[in-house]
């Protein structure tokens, strides 16, 4: 199934949502704007793709605490802050806690959208990395645990004949392990194995 990569608007004030909706509009890009955090929260889940453009100050929950929310959940939104002149300060901090920039009011418009175009390709590049990550956990939970522990031996750079001797099978039974893994893995050799696993233990 694929994504469909939307920009999503938080901000209390009508007029901007909808004038922001339709500046993107004019340009192909698909937005939906929302009046606040908990309405955002409402429609929220793991599976949004695309970016979020989240005011830092509003009624109720603030942006910085949609944001602090967002990443306790796991979420993997990108966020572009919309922020006044005495907000930088605590944009900048938005900014240490993950997000990706920072648009200072009153702003152009072909500022914004040279942001969220950078923005949706790295959230792009992003959702296809996670896509890759999830296919090979999929795949490492296929293993058997006798294959699981002959993946870590391998990972560690043990030549064949050390790894029989660690697990006390023949060297021929190692090959045979290698081999299972590398099909499993859905990969051609020892190096393509060990890319895939470093992808697994990735924090991103």
Known sequence: MTAEFLVHIVDDDFAVRDSLVELLDSVGIKAVGYESADAFLTEHNQEMAGCLVLDIRMPGMSGLELQKNLKEQGSTLPIIFITGHADVPMAIEAIKHGAIEFIQKPFRDQELLDCIHTTMEY????????????????NLNSLTDREKEALELVSEGHPNKVIASMMGISQRTVENHRAKLLEKMNVKSTAALIKVLLLANSSQ
């Open 123 to 138: 959230a792009k590049k992003s959702y296809d990395k996670n896509i890759e990550k999830k296919l090979v956990l999929d």
